[in-house]
């Protein structure tokens, strides 16, 4: 059975950090693209970090680049999302998302809240 689960969301102040991470069981982790999505109230979903298969390369939207660190653990089977200089506008649910030929599948999403 596949699986992603995100953890380690919350409320933070601006300024503040995060560590999100996504735990993957039932398929070939190391063969994936492990994405990172955030979805605010009232947005589409945005694609925030991506992470080859290898580890080798990885892109990050403009919006969280030189704030976020996308990276990988091939023997835990996990995905991370570092998050420091949180701004308000990256208040969002925040999604897992691992990508190989036909597959796509997507964890259940952690909420992050950045307000004072």
């Known amino acids: 059975q596949v699986q992603l689960v995100e953890s380690g969301g919350g409320l933070v102040q601006p300024g503040g950090s995060l560590r999100l991470s996504c735990a993957a069981s039932?398929?070939?982790?190391?063969?994936?693209?492990m994405r990172w999505y955030r979805q605010a109230p009232g947005k589409e979903r945005e694609l925030v970090a991506t992470?080859?298969?290898?580890?080798?390369?990885?892109n990050y939207a403009d919006s969280v680049k030189g704030r976020f660190t996308i990276s990988r653990d091939d023997v835990e089977n996990t995905v991370y999302l570092q998050m420091n200089s949180l701004k308000p506008e990256d208040t969002a649910v925040y999604y897992c998302?691992?990508?190989?030929?036909?597959?796509?599948?997507w964890g259940q999403g952690t909420q992050v809240t950045v307000s004072s």
């Open positions: 039932g398929f070939n982790f190391r063969v994936y693209i």
């Open positions: 992470i080859t298969a290898t580890g080798g390369s990885t």
């Open positions: 998302n691992a990508f190989w030929w036909r597959n796509d599948f």
